[in-house]
């Protein structure tokens, strides 16, 4: 039995895209970003895939357990570091690499038990974000502090995160750089400045290690902007099919509230798609949908399990045909601006109630 609605995760795609960061910064390792569930892709399934990153990125403690659990060998760090002592415990006997931002991380390691086994250690700056990180003036005197620590495997690491960069005319990523590189002179150790957009837009955040997130999904990161304009490949496909066909007269209205009056008679298509799904429900009239391959619109507004389009251009559909929600042939981001909304949010808003499926 088919389900109605459906992801299907392309894990070549995936593997491209992969490829692509390298190739935009030959020089650096990847440490692949795989916190969210893999941006709504999976995370297992994408951990497999890209077995050839040097190392993943998680958010949470239990992100990288499951990873574990799962027997992903691979490194992994976690980006927003440990909150006692019992996480401490847990990351360092299952050799999780951990981001230090604020002093209690520091004296978490400083007072270690003697059992801990040693862990390897990011230091994350604040350059400007203003979020995250240590301010500049704190770097030496951290630095110091931990290299007094015990259970410390050396060298450090350090990172910062860049705030602006996808959108390209703005100055803040240049000073961000400038701050990141005053505050680490002559200080040892290897650097990760570059999100998805620092890889795509700025080469001089390369350094030692990338860090690309939303590109290895097949989204670009800069506003008004295509993945396929940086060779990028869709990696999620949003589809199901149509269940009604109903031929409206001039001045129905469709659906809750009855935004949408039809301007003539009109064939309206029902689809089993809704934001109980995780298609957005901010979606305007106008939003585009693939309906057999070819474009027809949303009209009226989203409902919990449907959604209604104008089938004008697609008078020979029937029901049981295919839809594509955001995808192959259909961007992400395109969609994303429809509903007012960044297309991370489509990525990582997927219901459980879709079935996945990998090619």
């Known amino acids: 039995m088919t389900p109605v609605a459906q992801a299907r995760v392309d894990l070549g795609a995936l593997r491209h ?31 497999r895939a890209l077995h050839d990153a040097d190392a993943f990125g998680v958010a949470r403690l239990e992100e990288a357990l499951s990873l574990r659990e799962a027997g992903i060998a691979q490194s992994i760090v976690l980006l927003e570091g440990v909150l006692d002592a019992a996480q401490l415990n847990a990351a360092a006997h299952q050799d999780l ?16 038990a003697e059992s801990l086994p040693p862990v390897k250690i990011w230091l994350k700056l604040d350059s400007g974000m203003h979020r995250l990180g240590f301010a500049p003036t704190e770097i030496p005197r951290i630095v110091q502090r931990l290299k007094h620590a015990k259970k410390i495997i050396a060298p450090l690491r350090f990172m910062t995160h860049l705030a602006n960069a996808d959108e390209r005319n703005d100055a803040t990523t ?13 200080i040892e150790g290897e650097r990760s400045i570059a999100n998805s957009a620092g890889i795509l837009g700025w080469p001089q955040t390369h350094a030692d290690w990338v860090r690309p997130g939303i590109m290895l999904y097949g989204v670009s990161p ?22 009604a066909l109903r031929q409206n007269k001039k001045g129905d209205a469709i659906g809750y509230g009855g935004s949408y009056v039809c301007p003539r008679d ?20 106008g939003t585009p949908v693939l309906v057999n391959g070819r ?29 594509i929600l955001w995808g192959e042939g259909l961007a992400a981001e395109e969609v ?24």
């Open 222 to 243: 800069f506003l008004n902007d295509s993945a396929e304009a940086h060779g990028l490949r869709s990696v999620m496909t949003l589809s199901s099919r149509l269940i």
């Open 17 to 47: 895209n992969l490829a692509r960061a390298r190739a935009a910064a030959p020089g650096a390792r990847v440490m692949a970003i795989i916190k969210a569930d893999a941006y709504g892709h999976g995370m297992l399934r994408v951990a």
């Open 266 to 285: 009109m064939l309206i298509g029902v689809v089993a798609i809704g934001y109980g799904d995780g298609y957005p429900r901010h979606a305007a009239t």
């Open 97 to 112: 690499s951990l981001v230090l931002h604020h002093a209690a991380q520091v004296e978490l390691i400083e007072h270690a």
């Open 295 to 323: 474009r027809v619109t949303l009209v009226g507004r989203v409902s919990m399990d449907m959604i209604t389009v104008d089938l004008s251009a697609q008078p020979q559909a029937k029901v049981g045909d295919p839809v």
């Open 336 to 359: 994303a601006h429809c509903a007012s909304t960044i297309p991370y949010e489509l990525l990582c808003g997927v219901a459980r109630r879709v079935t996945f499926s990998e090619s």
């Open 174 to 186: 240049l000073r961000q750089m400038e701050v990141f590189q005053a505050a680490l002179t002559g």
